[in-house]
C-alpha cells in the first residue's frame, strides 16, 4: 500500500492512523482519494471522508462524502455515491455497500448510461432507471434491477417488477434482448422477443419469435461463428401461416386456389474466410419452401427483392487477380409462376432466371513494361444454364408479334474470353499526348437452346421493326482485332485567382466489323443495357459485357476542362460527339435485346454528349448532363443535379431526370421525374428530413417520405412516413399507395425498441 497526505496522526491507544490533507493511497491497482481518510487497525477499515473518491483497477470511479472501506478494498458501505464506469456509464444511490470484491448492492439507486449536464448537473438525464435495490454482480457481470420504473425526461413510463442487464464490461452475455414490433395489413400486428445465448467466445446463437395476429408464430434462429480466419452463420426461419387467405388471391403467399400456401419456411448461410493473404473464399445461399417468403417476414440479411445465392473465390497478388463464382438470382415476388390454367405465367421473373456454373475473371499486368508500354491481359469465361425462355412482354410497338425481347435463352450457353491489350503514352515537346494502342479479343462460344427459344428468336426475326435475320448457331468462335490511336492537348491557362486546363482530345479505332452482326446468332446476357453519355464517350468499346464487340472504325472527339479558383470553386466540363467512320455499325445491329437501339450511336454521326459542373467550398454542388440530337440538338436524355451539404444545418439535394422513349428496347415512352430530398438539423440533437418523387410522365407522386429524428450519446429515436404509388407507364392507372410507418427507440446498453418497416395499404 501506497499512502501520501499532508498530515499523519498516530493513535496507538486507539489503534488508527488518520490521514488529513490531500490524502491519496493505492493498493492493488485501486486508488482512493480523500480530504481526510482514518484507518483502523483492529478492524482493518478505511473510512474516507470529504471528496472522497475511489478509483477501482477496472476505471470504475465512486464518488461520495462518506466511504468505509476495508483495507483491501474488497468490502465496503458508502453513503450518497456516485458511480461513473470507463465507458460512460452512471449509478448513483442513497448508500451502497460492497461484499467479497465482487458483490455491490445499492439502495434507492438510480442507473443510466446519459451524460450528466455539466450546465444542470440536478437535470435528470433523458432516460434512466430508479430501482428499490440494484445488484451489481462483478462475478456473474449482471446488473439486477429489482422494483424499478423506467422515466423518460424525468417522467415514469414503465413499471419494471424486475430485470436484468449484463454489466458495462460484458461484451456478450445471453439473455433476452430489447423487444421489437410490426405490422402489415397482411400479417397483423406482430411482437417479437429476442433470447441471445452467448455460448462461447467466438459462436452465439440468437432464437427470436415473433407473434402476428393474423399469421400465427413465426420462429427465427441465427448460429454465429468466428475463426482466426473468418466467419460463417447459419440463418432459419418458418411458420404455419393461419389465415394464407389474408393474402391477396392467386399470390405466391396465398398459394393456389383450394391449397392454401401454409407451412413457410427459409434456410440461408453466409461466410466468408481467408485461406492466406491472397486468397478469400466465401459464400452467401438461400434456400425457401417458395420464393416470396422471406421478403413477406422481413427476414433479416435475406429480404431483398433479387437475392444472389452464390459460392466464391477471390484472389489477390500484385497485379493479378482471380474471381470465380457460382451464382445464381433468386427474384422474391408474389407473382406465381403458373398461370390458372397451367401455362407458364408471362409476368413471372423468378423462373427466367438463369444459373451461372460458373463465372470466372482474370486480369494480369506485367511489371516490365513491353515496347516502352503498358501490357494488360484479361480473361472471362461463363457458363449459363436457364430452364425457361425469358422474354419481355408489354403494350405492342407493332402489331405483328407481342414479343420484344428476347433476354434470355432456355437451355445452354457457354463463352470463353480472352482479352491483350498494349498501349503506352508518348509526350511531345509542344505538350501533346500521344497514346498508341493495340488489342486483341477472341471468344469461343456454344449454344444449346430449347424448341421454345428457337421458335421465339424466329419470331422476333419476323417483326418489321428489327428487319433481321434468326441465325442461331450451336458454336461459333469470333475475334476482334484493334489498332487505335489518342491524342490529348491539355493547355494550362492561368488567371487572377485561378487557373484552367482545356484539353481536346480526339481517338481513331480501327477494327474489322463486329462478326455474326446483323442476326440474331448470339445470345446476349451481359451486355444488356448501357448509356451513350460524357462518361462513355471515350471508351474502347462502349458495350457493357463481353457478349458484344464494337466493331468497325471510329472516331471520338471531344473537348475536357476543369479549372480551380483561389477562393475554393472547381468546375469541370466535357464535350463531344462519335464518329462510325467505316464498317458496320455495331450500335444499329439488334441482338436478342436489341442492345444499341435508340442508344444515340446507332446513325453513323452520333448525338451530341456533354457534361458541365461546379462545387464550391461551401457544399454547394451542380451538374447538367445530356444527350442531345445532332441535329436539331434536341434533347434525348437530360440530367440535372443539385446539392447542398455545408456549415448550415441544412442538405438538400434536387434532380431532374429525362429519357426520351426507346420503342425498340422495349420503352415506348418517356421517362421524366422530379426528386428532391433535405435533412434540416433544429438543435445539437434534432433534425427532420424528408423526400420525394413526382413522375411527370403518369402525373404521379411516386414516393413521398417525411421523418423526424433525436439523437445523442446515450438515446436514438427516429420516427418516419412515407407512401409509394405506381402506375402503368402505358395506361397511366395508378395501383393502390402502400404507406410505411417506422419509428425507432435505441438505448444505450439497454438495447433497441421499434420497426423499420411497418407497412399496411388502403
Known amino acids: 500500500m501506497l499512502l501520501e497526505a499532508d498530515t499523519l496522526v498516530y493513535d496507538n491507544d486507539a489503534q488508527t492512523v488518520t490521514a488529513v490533507g490531500g490524502v491519496q493511497i493505492e493498493y492493488g491497482g485501486n486508488r482512493l482519494v480523500a480530504q481526510r481518510v482514518e484507518y483502523d487497525r483492529k478492524t482493518r477499515r478505511l473510512v474516507a471522508t470529504g471528496n472522497a473518491q475511489m478509483v477501482q483497477s477496472d476505471g470504475t470511479k465512486i464518488?461520495?462524502?462518506?466511504?468505509?472501506?476495508?483495507?483491501?478494498?474488497?468490502?465496503?458501505?458508502?453513503n450518497a455515491l456516485r458511480v461513473e464506469t470507463p465507458d460512460k456509464t452512471y449509478f448513483g444511490a442513497e448508500s451502497a455497500e460492497r461484499m467479497g470484491g465482487v458483490l455491490t448492492t445499492f439502495h434507492n439507486g438510480v442507473y443510466t448510461a446519459c451524460e450528466p449536464c455539466e450546465d444542470k448537473p440536478n437535470k435528470p438525464p433523458i432516460w434512466r432507471v430508479k430501482a428499490r435495490k440494484i445488484v451489481w454482480n462483478g462475478e456473474t457481470h449482471t446488473v439486477r434491477f429489482e422494483q424499478s420504473n423506467f422515466e423518460f425526461f424525468g417522467f415514469p413510463i414503465a413499471y419494471l417488477p424486475a430485470f436484468e442487464i449484463a454489466d458495462p464490461t460484458v461484451k456478450q452475455k445471453s439473455g433476452f434482448l430489447m423487444p421489437g414490433i410490426a405490422y402489415g395489413s397482411k400479417l397483423g400486428f406482430g411482437a417479437s422477443i429476442p433470447y441471445y445465448f452467448a455460448l462461447s467466445p467466438t459462436y452465439d446463437l440468437t432464437a427470436r419469435g415473433t407473434y402476428y395476429s393474423k399469421q400465427g408464430f413465426l420462429g427465427e434462429a441465427e448460429w454465429r461463428q468466428r475463426f482466426n480466419t473468418g466467419e460463417y452463420s447459419i440463418k432459419i426461419a418458418g411458420i404455419s401461416q393461419q389465415k394464407p387467405d389474408a393474402f391477396d388471391a392467386g399470390t405466391v403467399d396465398s398459394g393456389p386456389a383450394g391449397d392454401p400456401n401454409k407451412l413457410r419456411g427459409m434456410m440461408?448461410?453466409?461466410?466468408?474466410?481467408?485461406?492466406?493473404?491472397?486468397?478469400?473464399?466465401?459464400?452467401?445461399?438461400?434456400?425457401?419452401?417458395?420464393?416470396?417468403?422471406?421478403?413477406?417476414y422481413h427476414i433479416g440479411g435475406y429480404a431483398d427483392t433479387v437475392h444472389r445465392s452464390e459460392v466464391y473465390l477471390t484472389g489477390l497478388n500484385d497485379r493479378n487477380y482471380f474471381d470465380a463464382r457460382v451464382m445464381h438470382f433468386e427474384v422474391q415476388e408474389s407473382t406465381p409462376d403458373k398461370l390458372a390454367n397451367g401455362d407458364d405465367s408471362p409476368y413471372a421473373r423468378d423462373p427466367s432466371q438463369p444459373w451461372v456454373l460458373p463465372s470466372i475473371d482474370y486480369a494480369y499486368i506485367p511489371d516490365m513494361p513491353l515496347a516502352g508500354g503498358q501490357l494488360s491481359v484479361n480473361v472471362n469465361t461463363r457458363i449459363?444454364?436457364?430452364?425457361?425462355?425469358?422474354?419481355?412482354?408489354?403494350?405492342?410497338?407493332?402489331?405483328?408479334?407481342?414479343?420484344?425481347?428476347?433476354?434470355?435463352?432456355a437451355g445452354n450457353s457457354g463463352r470463353l474470353t480472352?482479352?491483350?491489350?498494349?498501349?503506352?503514352?508518348?509526350?511531345?515537346?509542344?505538350?501533346?499526348?500521344?497514346?498508341p494502342l493495340l488489342a486483341f479479343q477472341g471468344d469461343v462460344d456454344y449454344v444449346s437452346v430449347s424448341g421454345s427459344s428457337l421458335a421465339a428468336v424466329n419470331q422476333m426475326a419476323a417483326n418489321p421493326a428489327i428487319n433481321t435475320t434468326a441465325d442461331m448457331r450451336s458454336s461459333f468462335a469470333r475475334y476482334m482485332a484493334t489498332a487505335g490511336l489518342e491524342l490529348r492537348w491539355p493547355v494550362l491557362f492561368s488567371g487572377v485567382g485561378s487557373s484552367h486546363i482545356v484539353e481536346p482530345m480526339a481517338q481513331l479505332f480501327v477494327r474489322p466489323n463486329e462478326q455474326y452482326i446483323g442476326g440474331l446468332a448470339i445470345p446476349n446476357e451481359d451486355a444488356q443495357s448501357f448509356v451513350f453519355d460524357a462518361s462513355t464517350l471515350f471508351e474502347r468499346d462502349k458495350f457493357?459485357?463481353?457478349?458484344?464487340?464494337?466493331?468497325?472504325?471510329?472516331?471520338?472527339?471531344?473537348?475536357?476542362?476543369?479549372?480551380?479558383?483561389?477562393?475554393?470553386?472547381?468546375?469541370?466540363?466535357?464535350?463531344?460527339?462519335?464518329?462510325?467512320?467505316?464498317?458496320?455499325?455495331?450500335?444499329?445491329?439488334?441482338?436478342?435485346?436489341?442492345?444499341?437501339?435508340?442508344?444515340?450511336?446507332?446513325?453513323?454521326?452520333?448525338?451530341?454528349?456533354?457534361?458541365?459542373?461546379?462545387?464550391?467550398?461551401?457544399?454547394?454542388?451542380?451538374?447538367?448532363?445530356?444527350?442531345?440530337?445532332?441535329?436539331?440538338?434536341?434533347?434525348?436524355?437530360?440530367?440535372?443535379k443539385l446539392a447542398y451539404s455545408g456549415d448550415f444545418p441544412v442538405s438538400v439535394s434536387a434532380q431532374y431526370a429525362f429519357i426520351e422513349s426507346q420503342p425498340l428496347y422495349g420503352l415506348p415512352y418517356d421517362r421524366e421525374e422530379v426528386t428532391l430530398g433535405g435533412s434540416a438539423r433544429i438543435n445539437q440533437n434534432w433534425r427532420v428530413f424528408g423526400?420525394?418523387?413526382?413522375?411527370?410522365?403518369?402525373?404521379?407522386?411516386?414516393?413521398?417520405?417525411?421523418?423526424?429524428?433525436?439523437?445523442?450519446?446515450?438515446?436514438?429515436?427516429?420516427?418516419?412516413?412515407?407512401?409509394?404509388?405506381?402506375?402503368?407507364?402505358?395506361?397511366?392507372i395508378r395501383a393502390e399507395p402502400t404507406q410505411s410507418i417506422g419509428f425507432n427507440l435505441s438505448f444505450r446498453t439497454l438495447g433497441d425498441f421499434g420497426t423499420s418497416s411497418s407497412s399496411f395499404t388502403e
Request: charged letters at 20%; proline letters at 2%; hydrophobic letters at 30%.
Open 418 to 435: 480472352g482479352e491483350i491489350e498494349w498501349k503506352r503514352s508518348l509526350i511531345t515537346d509542344g505538350g501533346l499526348v500521344v497514346t
Open 544 to 640: 457493357s459485357g463481353y457478349d458484344r464487340i464494337e466493331g468497325g472504325t471510329r472516331a471520338n472527339v471531344g473537348v475536357r476542362y476543369s479549372g480551380s479558383y483561389d477562393n475554393g470553386w472547381t468546375t469541370n466540363a466535357i464535350f463531344g460527339q462519335s464518329y462510325q467512320l467505316a464498317g458496320v455499325n455495331s450500335f444499329n445491329s439488334p441482338d436478342l435485346v436489341n442492345a444499341g437501339a435508340e442508344s444515340g450511336l446507332e446513325t453513323a454521326t452520333s448525338d451530341f454528349v456533354g457534361l458541365i459542373g461546379a462545387t464550391t467550398p461551401g457544399g454547394l454542388s451542380a451538374s447538367l448532363s445530356g444527350r442531345f440530337d445532332e441535329h436539331t440538338f434536341e434533347s434525348r436524355r437530360t440530367e440535372v
Open 384 to 409: 449459363l444454364q436457364r430452364d425457361r425462355l425469358s422474354r419481355a412482354f408489354s403494350t405492342p410497338y407493332v402489331t405483328t408479334t407481342d414479343v420484344q425481347r428476347v433476354s434470355g435463352l
Open 268 to 296: 440461408g448461410t453466409k461466410g466468408q474466410f481467408a485461406i492466406n493473404s491472397r486468397w478469400n473464399f466465401g459464400w452467401n445461399v438461400m434456400l425457401q419452401t417458395d420464393k416470396n417468403f422471406s421478403s413477406t
Open 691 to 732: 423526400s420525394g418523387t413526382y413522375d411527370l410522365h403518369t402525373d404521379l407522386i411516386t414516393n413521398k417520405g417525411i421523418g423526424f429524428a433525436y439523437d445523442d450519446e446515450c438515446f436514438t429515436y427516429m420516427m418516419s412516413f412515407s407512401e409509394n404509388q405506381t402506375a402503368d407507364p402505358i395506361t397511366k
Open 63 to 78: 464518488n461520495s462524502d462518506h466511504i468505509d472501506i476495508t483495507d483491501d478494498f474488497a468490502d465496503g458501505f458508502v
